[in-house]
C-alpha cells in the first residue's frame, strides 16, 4: 500500500520558514517523483516542487524560486521541501505527491497523495 505521510506545517509570520517532511513508503522510492501540491479553496491545485529519484531532476513553480528548496533522503525515503521568505500567498495545504514516470507526468497528475498539511502564513 503506498503511504505518503506529511509533516512539518504550521502557523509562521511573514518572512519566516518551515521544513515540510514527507515519508514515503509502500513503492520503490528511487523509481518516483515526489513533490508538493499546494491548494487554497477555490482555486486549482498548484505543483509547487518537483524531484525526480531517477536521474535528480527538479522543478520549481516559479512563485518559490530562490525561497523553496527540496531535497531527498533515500536513505529514509523521505522527501523534504525548506521553505524560506514565506509569503501569504504561500498559505495553503500542501500535498506530498508521487508519481512513477516523469516529472512532466507529475506535473500534469500524480496518482499519489498524502492526507496534506496546513501551511498559513500571517502578515
Known amino acids: 500500500e503506498v503511504q505518503l505521510v506529511e509533516s512539518g506545517g504550521g502557523l509562521v509570520q511573514a518572512g519566516g520558514s518551515l521544513r515540510l517532511s514527507c515519508a514515503a513508503s509502500g513503492f520503490i522510492f528511487d523509481e518516483h517523483v515526489i513533490g508538493w501540491f499546494r491548494q487554497v479553496p477555490g482555486k486549482e491545485r498548484e505543483g509547487v516542487s518537483g524531484i525526480s529519484n531517477r536521474d535528480g531532476s527538479i522543478y520549481y513553480e516559479d512563485s518559490v524560486k530562490g525561497r523553496f528548496t527540496i531535497s531527498s533522503d533515500k536513505a529514509k525515503n523521505t522527501v523534504y521541501l525548506q521553505m524560506n521568505n514565506l509569503k501569504p500567498e504561500d498559505t495553503a495545504v500542501y500535498y506530498c505527491?508521487?508519481?512513477?514516470?516523469?516529472?512532466?507526468?507529475?506535473?500534469?497528475?500524480?496518482?499519489?497523495w498524502g492526507q496534506g498539511t496546513q501551511v498559513t502564513v500571517s502578515s
Open positions: 505527491t508521487a508519481d512513477k514516470y516523469s516529472l512532466g507526468s507529475w506535473f500534469l497528475g500524480p496518482p499519489y
